[in-house]
C-alpha cells in the first residue's frame, strides 16, 4: 500500500520513473521561508476563526518554529521521497507535534498552498531586483557625470554618426533600467494578491478570514476567484518578461564594453577584477563578465519562453504541467541578478581612455550634420538642399584624406559660395557636442543636470 500523504485511496506503490518526474523538491525547497511563513498565517487564522483548536494551534505554531530553525541551521534532511517542500515541512511537523500537524492543511491545497509561496518568493525576488537595479543607476549616473564632458562617436548601424559624450552614453542606460524598475514595480502590484484560502479550485466550506491571512502576509488584498487563484502563473510571467526586457538591456551594455575594450576601439579598460586570460596566449585580457551578461541573457528569455508554452494549452484550474514553473524562473531571476552585479561592477571598475574616445569621436565625419544645419540657419537653405551640399563637401575631404575642419575656405565656397568664414566654429567635436542644447541631448551641461538629476533622486529612494 502506499505511504503517499496523498495515498489514502491507492494501493500500489508509484513507479519509480513517476517518482522521478514527480519530484520537485530539489528545487522548490528554496520556497521554504515562504513555506514556513504562509503556515504560520495560516493556522493563525484557522485558530481566530474558531477552526482549529488554541492548543492544536500552538502546538503547529511550536512545530513550524522548530523547522524553520532547523532548514536555517541546515540540520534539516530534504526528502525527495516526499516529493516537494510542502510535504517535507508538513511530514517533519508531524514527526515534531503528532496528529496536530494534520490539521494544519484544514480549508487549504497544495494548490493554493503553492500558488502562495511562489508569489511571496516571486515577490520577494522583485524586491532584491530591484535594490540591485537601483545601485546599478546610481553607478552609471555617478561615471556619467564624471565623464559629462568626454567627448565620443555616436553610432548608428556601428558606423560614426554624430559627437556625442560617454556621459550622455551612459544615461541612457540609466533611463532604460529606470523602466525596467517600472515594469518590475507594475508587476509586483498585480501579483500582490493571496491565493491562501482559495484551496483546491472552488474554495472552502470552511468559516475562515482570507482577508486575514492577506494581510499577515502582506498582500493588500485576497484573490477575488478561487479559479484564478490556483491557476494563474501570469505574474510570473509578467515578471519573468520584465527580467527578459532588462536583460535585453544589460546585454546591450555588455556588448558595447566587449567592443570598447577591443585594442580597435581602446575607448576603456577593465581591470583584473573583471577580465580573465588565455591559456595560451599571454597578451590577452579578456571581458568574460560582459560576455557571460550577454549569454545569459539568452537562458533569462528562454526562461520566460519555456512558460509561455508550458501555460498556453491549459484549462483551469491546476494541472501538474505547472510545476515546471518554477525551476526557470528561479534559474532566471538568478541569472538577472548575477548579471545586473556584474554591470554594475565593471560600470565602476573601467578606466575611461578619454583621449581615444575623443580622436574617434571626429573621424567618420561626425559633424556633416552640424554643417549641414549651420547651412541651414546661416544661408536659409532647405535641409534637403543643405544635406546634399554637406555631401558634397564631406566627398572633397574624403578624397584628401582631411577632416572638415581642415579644409580651406575656398573649398567650401568652391561648392557653395555664400559659405563664410563663421562656418568653422561649429566644425569641432567639442564645439558640436556643445550645440546639442535641447532637451535630452549631449551637450556636457545637460548631462551634468540630468546625472545630478537623478542621484538626487536615487539617494531619495535609498533613504
Given at each position: 500500500?502506499?505511504?503517499?500523504?496523498?495515498?489514502?485511496?491507492?494501493?500500489?506503490?508509484?513507479?519509480?520513473?513517476?517518482?522521478?518526474?514527480?519530484?520537485?523538491?530539489?528545487?522548490?525547497?528554496?520556497?521554504?521561508?515562504?513555506?514556513?511563513?504562509?503556515?504560520?498565517?495560516?493556522?493563525?487564522?484557522?485558530?481566530?476563526?474558531?477552526?482549529?483548536?488554541?492548543?492544536?494551534?500552538?502546538?503547529?505554531?511550536?512545530?513550524?518554529?522548530?523547522?524553520?530553525?532547523?532548514?536555517?541551521?541546515?540540520?534539516?534532511?530534504?526528502?525527495?521521497?516526499?516529493?516537494?517542500?510542502?510535504?517535507?515541512?508538513?511530514?517533519?511537523?508531524?514527526?515534531?507535534?503528532?496528529?496536530?500537524?494534520?490539521?494544519?492543511?484544514?480549508?487549504?491545497?497544495?494548490?493554493?498552498?503553492?500558488?502562495?509561496?511562489?508569489?511571496?518568493?516571486?515577490?520577494?525576488?522583485?524586491?532584491?531586483?530591484?535594490?540591485?537595479?537601483?545601485?546599478?543607476?546610481?553607478?552609471?549616473?555617478?561615471?556619467?557625470?564624471?565623464?559629462?564632458?568626454?567627448?565620443?562617436?555616436?553610432?548608428?548601424?556601428?558606423?560614426?554618426?554624430?559627437?556625442?559624450?560617454?556621459?550622455?552614453?551612459?544615461?541612457?542606460?540609466?533611463?532604460?533600467?529606470?523602466?525596467?524598475?517600472?515594469?518590475?514595480?507594475?508587476?509586483?502590484?498585480?501579483?500582490?494578491?493571496?491565493?491562501?484560502?482559495?484551496?483546491?479550485?472552488?474554495?472552502?466550506?470552511?468559516?475562515?478570514?482570507?482577508?486575514?491571512?492577506?494581510?499577515?502576509?502582506?498582500?493588500?488584498?485576497?484573490?477575488?476567484?478561487?479559479?484564478?487563484?490556483?491557476?494563474?502563473?501570469?505574474?510570473?510571467?509578467?515578471?519573468?518578461?520584465?527580467?527578459?526586457?532588462?536583460?535585453?538591456?544589460?546585454?546591450?551594455?555588455?556588448?558595447?564594453?566587449?567592443?570598447?575594450?577591443?585594442?580597435?576601439?581602446?575607448?576603456?579598460?577593465?581591470?583584473?577584477?573583471?577580465?580573465?586570460?588565455?591559456?595560451?596566449?599571454?597578451?590577452?585580457?579578456?571581458?568574460?563578465?560582459?560576455?557571460?551578461?550577454?549569454?545569459?541573457?539568452?537562458?533569462?528569455?528562454?526562461?520566460?519562453?519555456?512558460?509561455?508554452?508550458?501555460?498556453?494549452?491549459?484549462?483551469?484550474a491546476y494541472s501538474k504541467d505547472m510545476q515546471e514553473d518554477k525551476e526557470g524562473a528561479f534559474d532566471a531571476l538568478d541569472s538577472l541578478s548575477l548579471c545586473i552585479a556584474a554591470i554594475a561592477g565593471m560600470t565602476r571598475d573601467m578606466i575611461v581612455n578619454r583621449t581615444r574616445m575623443r580622436e574617434s569621436a571626429g573621424a567618420g565625419y561626425a559633424t556633416a550634420t552640424d554643417l549641414a544645419d549651420w547651412l541651414v540657419r546661416a544661408l536659409g537653405?532647405?535641409?534637403?538642399?543643405?544635406?546634399?551640399?554637406?555631401?558634397?563637401?564631406?566627398?572633397?575631404?574624403?578624397?584628401?584624406?582631411?577632416?572638415?575642419?581642415?579644409?580651406?575656405?575656398?573649398?567650401?565656397?568652391?561648392?557653395?559660395?555664400?559659405?563664410?568664414?563663421?562656418?568653422?566654429?561649429?566644425?569641432?567635436?567639442?564645439?558640436?557636442?556643445?550645440?546639442?542644447?535641447?532637451?535630452?541631448?549631449?551637450?556636457?551641461?545637460?548631462?551634468?543636470?540630468?546625472?545630478?538629476?537623478?542621484?538626487?533622486?536615487?539617494?531619495?529612494?535609498?533613504?
Open positions: 500500500m502506499t505511504s503517499k500523504i496523498w495515498g489514502g485511496r491507492f494501493q500500489d506503490a508509484t513507479d519509480a520513473v513517476l517518482e522521478a518526474i514527480n519530484v520537485s523538491i530539489d528545487f522548490d525547497k528554496r520556497l521554504w521561508p515562504q513555506d514556513i511563513e504562509a503556515s504560520l498565517a495560516h493556522v493563525a487564522m484557522l485558530k481566530a476563526c474558531g477552526v482549529v483548536s488554541e492548543a492544536d494551534a500552538q502546538k503547529i505554531e511550536s512545530g513550524l518554529t522548530q523547522v524553520r530553525a532547523e532548514i536555517e541551521s541546515g540540520a534539516f534532511e530534504f526528502s525527495r521521497k516526499l516529493e516537494d517542500i510542502h510535504m517535507n515541512v508538513e511530514s517533519r511537523l508531524a514527526e515534531l507535534i503528532g496528529p496536530a500537524a494534520g490539521r494544519l492543511h484544514t480549508a487549504r491545497s497544495r494548490n493554493d498552498q503553492v500558488a502562495t509561496d511562489f508569489r511571496l518568493y516571486v515577490r520577494d525576488a522583485i524586491d532584491r531586483l530591484d535594490a540591485q537595479l537601483l545601485d546599478l543607476q546610481r553607478a552609471l549616473a555617478e561615471k556619467a557625470l564624471a565623464e559629462a564632458a568626454t567627448v565620443m562617436p555616436g553610432f548608428t548601424h556601428l558606423q560614426s554618426a554624430q559627437p556625442v559624450t560617454f556621459g550622455h552614453h551612459l544615461l541612457a542606460y540609466v533611463e532604460m533600467v529606470s523602466r525596467d524598475r517600472g515594469r518590475f514595480k507594475d508587476a509586483r502590484a498585480r501579483l500582490n494578491e493571496s491565493p491562501l484560502g482559495a484551496a483546491a479550485l472552488a474554495g472552502t466550506s470552511f468559516p475562515i478570514d482570507r482577508e486575514m491571512t492577506a494581510k499577515a502576509l502582506r498582500f493588500d488584498r485576497p484573490t477575488a476567484n478561487s479559479l484564478d487563484s490556483v491557476s494563474a502563473r501570469d505574474f510570473a510571467l509578467e515578471t519573468m518578461s520584465a527580467a527578459a526586457i532588462c536583460a535585453t538591456h544589460l546585454s546591450r551594455f555588455a556588448e558595447e564594453i566587449v567592443l570598447w575594450t577591443t585594442v580597435q576601439f581602446s575607448f576603456i579598460a577593465l581591470s583584473d577584477k573583471f577580465t580573465t586570460g588565455s591559456s595560451i596566449m599571454p597578451q590577452k585580457r579578456n571581458p568574460d563578465a560582459a560576455e557571460l551578461v550577454r549569454g545569459k541573457s539568452g537562458r533569462i528569455i528562454g526562461a520566460l519562453q519555456a512558460l509561455l508554452i508550458v501555460m498556453k494549452g491549459l484549462p483551469l537653405l532647405p535641409f534637403r538642399e543643405a544635406h546634399h551640399v554637406t555631401g558634397r563637401i564631406v566627398n572633397i575631404a574624403s578624397e584628401r584624406g582631411v577632416g572638415l575642419e581642415e579644409l580651406k575656405l575656398a573649398d567650401l565656397q568652391g561648392v557653395e559660395p555664400r559659405i563664410t568664414q563663421d562656418v568653422f566654429g561649429v566644425l569641432g567635436v567639442d564645439k558640436s557636442v556643445a550645440s546639442r542644447t535641447s532637451y535630452g541631448g549631449a551637450a556636457p551641461a545637460n548631462v551634468r543636470v540630468q546625472a545630478e538629476g537623478w542621484l538626487k533622486r536615487l539617494e531619495v529612494e535609498t533613504a
